[in-house]
């Protein structure tokens, strides 16, 4: 398995340009899309679909009143002048009570953007600290020819917390066996993390995201819940338009 890593956003508009037919994308958006996503589906949400502008949420509202709306602009919850959408981009919003057996649409600055971008790929999987253990089971015992790991980031710039993300993938993909290459990028991901392991709470702490986050008291505790590590054992993919709970 050859793993390669897109460490910034910026990089996504050359995917439009590569033939990712047989590539199986990881998306990471720690701080937090698609821990978000994880945990929807965790707590029995049918669905989510990402869709990457605001006017396609609500759009998609219109045609499906059955469908609860999510996302954030600047990190905080999306209001327009047809209302509040149901849900911000906080994984502690989506609780059972609220999401199961819902469908949702969600739209964030860049995760669902990210998720949109490899459309094209065999396979796109949702991915985050949560459920690392459980994605990287996945495509061990898969064993995929090639996987590409994209870092959501921050605007266009690289996210730290997602970098970190990917090294932990990566090492953890060359504990089991499955992984014999690493690009270049994949290499720099997986040293940040070799060096910032013992203490990750700490370094992400001082990621943009993270401080941003911190500094609004009713998103800080965010932080912390998408730091957890291996306690969703759930593979998230997108099939068509919509991520689910992946059976295998």
């Known amino acids: ?56 949420a609500l759009e998609t509202g219109r045609r499906r009143p059955d469908v609860l709306l999510g996302g954030e602009r600047k990190g905080v919850k999306i209001r327009t002048a047809e209302g509040e959408f149901d849900f911000g981009n906080s994984p502690r919003e989506y609780t059972p009570e609220k999401v199961r057996d819902k469908t949702i649409v969600s739209t964030t600055t860049n995760g669902t953007r990210a998720l949109r971008a490899c459309a094209g790929a065999r396979l796109v999987l949702a991915a985050s600290f949560l459920n690392l253990g459980a994605t990287v089971n996945y495509l061990g015992e898969k064993r995929f020819e090639y996987v590409l790991i ?80 291996d306690v969703v054992a759930l593979v998230a993919a997108l099939k068509g338009e919509e991520i689910k709970r992946l059976d295998f």
Do not use: H
């Open 1 to 56: 398995m050859i793993i390669d890593v897109i460490l910034t956003p910026a990089e996504l508009p050359a995917l439009t340009e590569r033939d990712l037919g047989r590539v199986v994308c990881v998306v990471l958006d720690v701080l937090r899309a698609t821990s978000t996503i994880v945990t929807a589906l965790q707590n029995g949400a049918a669905a989510v679909i990402p869709v990457s502008e605001i006017s396609e």
């Open 150 to 229: 994209v870092c959501a980031g921050t605007r266009e710039n690289v996210a730290l917390e997602d970098v970190l993300a990917a090294g932990a993938l990566c090492e953890s993909l060359l504990d089991i066996g499955a992984a014999t290459e690493l690009s270049d990028s994949a290499q720099i991901a997986l040293a940040a993390f070799e060096k910032a392991q013992w203490d990750l709470p700490g370094t992400i702490s001082k990621s943009e995201n993270a401080r941003r986050l911190l500094a609004i008291p009713e998103l800080s505790a965010d932080v912390e819940f998408c730091l957890q590590r």
